[in-house]
Antibody
Framework: EVQLLESGGGLVQPGGSLRLSCAASGFTFSAYAMSWVRQAPGKGLEWVSSIGSDSTAFYTDSVKGRFTSSRDNSNNTLFLRMNSLRAEDTALYFC??????????????WGQGTLVTVSS | SYELTQPPSVSVSPGQTARITCSGDALPRQYAHWYQHKPGQAPVIVIHKDTERPSGIPERFSGSTSGTTVTLTIRGIQAEDAADYYCLSADSSGTSQVFGGGTRLTVL
């Protein structure tokens, strides 16, 4: 059974940093691209970042230069380092798995999400 | 940055047909995928690669494409189909993924 378990969310002041983690199990983690998707309160889904099996990462424009995705294939863990956080980064952050090897989308499995709140 | 455009809301009566559109310049070159999202649940993919229905998804869900617009069609609407629906695709380079703004389907 595929499981994705996010952690690391919380309350942080504007300009602060957080590191999200996603522990994956039930599939060959190293073979699949992984992504982060967020949903701000009352808003729609927003793609944040994807990282390939080779650790090449891509980002949505609003987080470029501030967020960094990484992965530890030995420990089946995905990370999102978030720096210079802004109020508009407040959202539920989902760890998601690609359904196919070699492409970042579509997604087939989602974690339950971890809440990031940026506020003073 | 690349955008996908969906209508904010669609309302239909039970048994009727709902059509939700998604428009974007790269859609002739990039596949679109459709997700159903209900509150408190993980999104579920209902259509992938423009027109393919994953196993376990009812036959009343279908997808079509024409130029820069893809359409999710739900026939014989049931109360359980009420949800937010999102299209997902990539820009022309394939490096940026994007969700449409979402369409809230209301079953009257």
């Amino acid at each position: 059974e595929v499981q994705l378990l996010e952690s690391g969310g919380g309350l942080v002041q504007p300009g602060g940093s957080l590191r999200l983690s996603c522990a994956a199990s039930g599939f060959t983690f190293s073979a699949y691209a992984m992504s982060w998707v967020r949903q701000a309160p009352g808003k729609g889904l927003e793609w944040v970042s994807s990282i390939g099996s080779d650790s090449t990462a891509f980002y949505t424009d609003s987080v470029k230069g501030r967020f960094t995705s990484s992965r530890d294939n030995s420990n089946n863990t995905l990370f999102l380092r978030m720096n210079s956080l802004r109020a508009e980064d407040t959202a539920l952050y989902f760890c998601v798995k690609s359904s196919v090897t070699g492409d970042p989308i579509p997604f087939d499995y989602w974690g339950q999400g971890t809440l990031v709140t940026v506020s003073s | 940055s690349y955008e996908l455009t969906q209508p904010p809301s669609v309302s239909v009566s039970p048994g009727q047909t709902a059509r939700i559109t998604c428009s974007g310049d790269a859609l002739p070159r990039q596949y679109a995928h459709w997700y159903q999202h209900k509150p408190g649940q993980a999104p579920v993919i209902v259509i992938h690669k423009d027109t393919e229905r994953p196993s376990g998804i009812p036959e009343r869900f279908s997808g079509s494409t024409s130029g820069t617009t893809v359409t999710l069609t739900i026939r014989g609407i049931q109360a359980e189909d009420a949800a937010d629906y999102y299209c997902l695709s990539a820009d022309s380079s394939g490096t940026s993924q994007v969700f449409g703004g979402g369409t809230r389907l209301t079953v009257l």
